[in-house]
C-alpha cells in the first residue's frame, strides 16, 4: 500500500520561501498522480497544485499559480512543493496526496486514495 510522508514545514516570514517534500513508499511516481492540498483551523480543505505521473503535467490553484512550483525526483521517489512569496494566508497544515485512478480529477480531494500525515506551515507578517 502506497504510504506518503511529508516534511520541510515551519515558520517562515512574509515573501520568504520555503520547499515541503513528499516522501513515496510502496509505490512509484510515474504510476501515481500526485496532489498537494492545505487546511487551515477552521476552514475547509482546499486543493493547491497537482502533478500528472504519467507525463508530469503541473496544475495549480489560482491563489498560488506563480508563486508555487510542483516537482518530482524520480530516484528519491519524492515530490516537492517549492512555495516563495508566502503570504500570511497560506498559513496551514499541507498535505500531499496519491492517486493511481485512469480517472483522476486533480482538484478534488476524493479522487486521492492516500494522503500524507500533513506538515504545518506558519507565515508570520
Known sequence: QVQLY????GLVQAGGSLRLSCAVSRGTLN???????????????????AMDGTNGNRHYDDSVKGR????RDNAKNTVYLEMTALKPED????????DGDHRWHPTRGASYEYWG???QVTVSS
Open 117 to 119: 500525515q500533513g506538515t
Open 31 to 49: 504510476a501515481l498522480n500526485m496532489g498537494w492540498f492545505r487546511q487551515a483551523p477552521g476552514k475547509e480543505r482546499e486543493w493547491v497544485a
Open 6 to 9: 511529508e516534511s520541510g514545514g
Open 68 to 71: 508555487f512550483t510542483m516537482s
Open 91 to 98: 498559513t496551514a497544515i499541507y498535505y500531499c496526496a496519491a
